[in-house]
């Protein structure tokens, strides 16, 4: 037989095994730097739903502007960036208004109001994995704080309290900004 006269020859072994081995190492470190990636980005969200309920909490000509306000300023932070590493969950994603737990029967100072982000991140140990072999994290960012009076809900309370007083000509004058 042919074969018979062939060595044994191992020499191939430890390169294909090296090979491997580096393979492993350097989808845990893509894996870590995506993961930190995620991580970074969503802190940055954080920080944008964080300004856009402070835009939300500022006053403004009626409560409807407040709300188209905050949502312009977390679309202009968020929409269309970091597309390689999230997408917005149902449509932009974005929510700007009265939360959860927010109560019409409370004040108005209730602390429920505020803007909220929903995003996901897909996670793969391997950088050329399939869509289907990825981990999909499904996030969300809220940031809820009291929303300031607007001005026309100012000048309703102003003159229903220069009503209250019975004496003409009583003006109200708020020290608050409002």
């Keep these: 037989?042919?074969?018979?006269?062939?060595?044994?020859n191992n020499g191939g072994q430890?390169?294909?095994e090296f090979i491997l081995g580096l393979l492993i190492v350097i989808s845990f470190f893509f894996f870590y730097v995506r993961l930190s990636a995620v991580f970074a980005i969503s802190n940055?969200?954080?920080?944008?739903?964080?300004m856009s309920a402070r835009?939300?909490?500022?006053?403004?000509?009626?409560?409807?502007?407040q709300e188209e306000n905050a949502k312009q300023v977390l679309q202009s932070m968020v929409s269309g960036k970091f597309k390689g590493l999230i997408k917005p969950?149902?449509?932009?994603?974005?929510?700007?208004g009265d939360g959860n737990y927010f109560s019409s029967l409370g004040p108005i100072e209730e602390w429920n109001h505020g803007a909220s982000y929903q995003f996901s991140a897909k996670?793969?140990?391997?950088?050329f994995?399939?869509?289907?072999?990825?981990?999909?994290?499904?996030?969300?960012?809220?940031?809820?704080m009291p929303?300031?009076?607007?001005?026309?809900?100012?000048l309703k309370a102003k003159s229903k309290i220069e009503s209250m007083t019975g004496v003409q000509n009583v003006k109200v004058e708020w020290d608050n900004g409002c």
Excluded at 44 to 50: C, M, V
Excluded at 89 to 96: L, T
Aim: proline content about 2%; aromatic content about 12%; overall charge negative.
């Design 1 to 8: 037989m042919v074969f018979e006269n062939i060595e044994k």
């Design 14 to 16: 430890a390169v294909i």
């Design 44 to 50: 940055y969200i954080q920080y944008a739903t964080f």
């Design 55 to 65: 835009t939300l909490a500022s006053s403004a000509k009626d409560q409807m502007v």
């Design 89 to 96: 969950k149902s449509g932009d994603g974005i929510f700007v």
């Design 123 to 127: 996670l793969s140990f391997y950088p």
């Design 129 to 144: 994995s399939a869509n289907d072999q990825a981990v999909m994290l499904d996030l969300t960012s809220e940031s809820w």
């Design 147 to 154: 929303r300031e009076r607007s001005e026309d809900e100012c």
